[in-house]
């Protein structure tokens, strides 16, 4: 589909139903199944309610497929509810970034929910940065990984050949963005909360009011 003005730019938000066993399983290892699916929920939910903004149309990405009811009940206000297709970080990525671009988008953005610093105005200069001359963009994460790619057109190559959660993702990602000449920039640092020692992070963002850092870029 050919792109235009109206062509929207899109937001894919993979998340998952937090169900206790199933998400932040390496948190969980310290604090238990039920407490790690109670952070999770919040974070999830602090994330959605940051980047709820006009600009963009928002794609929730969920697992397990079978949850898309839930999953609307739980996180409303999507433009599409879309389920994960079965695969690892890559094959998951490379399809949703494919099904959105299909659908016409002008660019494409992908976040999870385990970043709850994540704001508004990160996702505005995302899409502003594509729309100026750059075809991917980047939120690089402590832990080496990101938290954000978008791109400005479908590139599935920066979804294979990568060591996905270890810390060479961002790296490795770096270097596709060059083997296939993409003119790239880069968002702020911000902090995945994986384990225990993320904790301290996740108690001070959430302490702050939702609004606080709506302005950050």
Known sequence: MVDSPSSPNILLVFAKKPIPGTVKTRLAKDIGDEEAARLYRLMAERTWSRTAASGYDRWMVFEPPTEREAMQAWLPGAESYVPQVVGDLGVKLKAAFRQAFDAGARAVAVIATDTPEIAAADIHRTFALLE?????????????????????????????????????VAEQTRAMMARHGLRSAELRTLRDIDGVDDLDSLWKDLARPLSENAGQE
């Open 132 to 168: 100026t001359g750059c075809q991917a963009v980047m939120g690089p994460s402590t832990d080496g990984g990101y938290w954000l790619l978008a791109l400005s057109r479908f590139e599935p190559g920066l979804f294979e050949e990568i060591s996905w959660s270890t810390s060479a």
